[in-house]
């Protein structure tokens, strides 16, 4: 795992949101076995970048859930990839803004053969594409270290409002 230590509910808070009505009490928060599942679920990842004049940029990707883990993959030459190369800093976030789930951390290469092969098989199951686990040297596989996330469901929000906090986790 990268970031997210064995019992990630230990880590977990009320995110600070003023006027939002969120209660200090932890009755109706999220488990990360939700984020999980809402994580390995979705489609499509929304990666949120800086670029060198500091503007946000933000772009779908497709990616693989697997040990708690986020991984993509990007051309080192695409907006993103020039983002990522720069600064590696990273906010994740998913599709929905019904079941959300936000990850924020730093991106980290990959280039480990085994574990790319794993990847890439699970990504061929998951998508019509199946990537060479080999790495291009125009293309870069990534995986996000965690430091924080937070989540919530619309319907029963700002009950389900969750964070969960592992920037200090060694």
């Known amino acids: 795992m990268a970031g997210i230590p064995q019992n990630p509910d230990a880590y977990r808070v009320r995110p600070k949101m003023p006027g939002y009505g969120i209660t200090p009490d ?3 928060m999220l488990d990360w076995a939700w984020v999980t599942n809402q994580m390995t679920q979705s489609r499509n990842y929304w990666v949120c970048s800086t670029q060198p004049d500091d503007r946000p940029h933000a772009a779908p990707v497709w990616g693989v859930w697997a040990d ?6 990007t051309s080192r030459s695409s907006r993103k990839g020039r983002n990522l190369a720069n600064s590696p800093d990273v906010m994740i976030h998913l599709e929905s803004g019904d079941d959300v789930v936000i990850l924020e951390g730093v991106v980290v290469e990959t ?20 990537p060479d686990p080999e790495v291009e040297p125009g293309n870069v596989w990534y995986f996000v270290a965690v430091r924080a996330a937070l989540a919530w469901r619309e319907s029963d929000f700002p009950k389900t409002a969750t964070r969960w906090v592992f920037d200090h986790v060694q």
């Open 68 to 73: 708690e883990t986020l991984y993509f993959s």
């Open 111 to 130: 280039s480990d053969r085994i574990l790319l092969t794993r990847i890439t098989e699970l990504y061929g199951a998951k998508y019509p594409f199946k």
């Open 26 to 28: 932890s009755a109706g």
